[in-house]
């Protein structure tokens, strides 16, 4: 379960060598069961991910990616069905123009794109969810941590001047 407390920089030090931290959020019927399987199959691949179920990729707010980099995440990964395949019909479609417009806001935001992903990993495909991951891991070693502080601190100092200036005729 995604927990704010389990991600807060603010309140805990984190250290440049700290291992990438990622919030995957897998559809319970076809990544989640990848995963699942990756495990009952002993396919060992790196422990930095924090599943979190959803019945569907569609269903995926972007707020909850947003939330996912504000309190800590350094990289967010959605997985779903094949295209297609999706038991519920459309969702995966739904996600996809998501992640697209997300990805160009982050984009926006300073954050790198190889913080944000999207995959389809069928429910029979548990090899690809440790490559997946581990590929993942590894470029977010070597971007170190997202540091949504120093990102923002320009925005936020301006959102703190006035919103229109005194004009005097």
């Known amino acids: 379960m995604l927990n704010a407390a389990n991600f807060d920089k603010e309140s805990h030090a984190v250290p440049e ?41 569609g269903r995926i707010d972007p707020q909850f990616v947003l939330d996912a980099f504000a309190h800590g995440a350094d990289g967010v990964l ?20 998501r992640a697209l417009l ?15 992903r999207v995959e389809w990993i069928s429910a029979a495909e548990g090899e690809r969810v440790r490559e997946v991951i581990d590929d993942m891991v590894a470029k977010l070693r070597k971007l170190g941590p997202l540091q949504m502080n120093r990102r923002l601190a320009p925005e936020i100092s301006s959102a703190q001047e006035p919103a229109c200036e005194e004009v005097t005729v």
């Open 17 to 57: 060598t700290a291992e990438p931290r990622i919030v995957g959020f897998f559809c319970t019927w076809c990544t989640y069961l990848a995963a699942d399987l990756a495990g009952t199959s002993r396919i060992k691949y790196q422990p930095n991910v924090r599943v979190v179920r959803v019945m569907c990729s």
């Open 102 to 116: 997300l990805s160009r806001l982050l984009r926006q935001m300073g954050i790198e794109e190889e913080r944000f």
């Open 78 to 97: 959605i997985g779903g069905c094949h295209p297609g395949d999706c038991h519920y019909q459309q969702g995966n479609y739904n996600c996809l123009r």
